[in-house]
């Protein structure tokens, strides 16, 4: 499925502070600017700005969210390796 096309979208974002946040958004724009006005994620409402680094497409909701678990459950490191970054 193309990601123009997708229903749902799993994504990485990189807090000012330089964690990394996953989550998961039906429109993948607005839910990036609802982060960096801090109407997003609690989490990053505290560690502006976000800058989008990763993001894929999921058929649905269900689908959507397995992923997100599934990228939750990596390193550090292995995240790094799947948004294309060294570790560090």
Do not use: F
């Not at 799993?10 to 989550?23: A, E, K, N």
């Not at 993001?55 to 459950?73: F, G, P, V």
Request: charged residues 25%; aromatic residues 6%.
């Amino acid at each position: 499925m193309s990601p123009d096309n997708a229903d749902w979208y799993v994504y990485i974002i990189r807090c000012g502070d330089g964690s990394l946040y996953t989550g998961i958004a039906r429109n993948l724009n607005e839910r990036i600017k609802s982060h960096n006005t801090g109407e997003g994620g609690r989490y990053t409402r505290s560690h502006l700005p976000v800058e989008l680094v990763y993001s894929e497409s999921a058929a649905d909701r269900s689908n959507a969210l397995r992923r997100e678990h599934a990228i939750k459950q990596l390193s550090r490191a292995s995240k790094l390796a799947l948004i294309g970054q060294p570790g560090r």
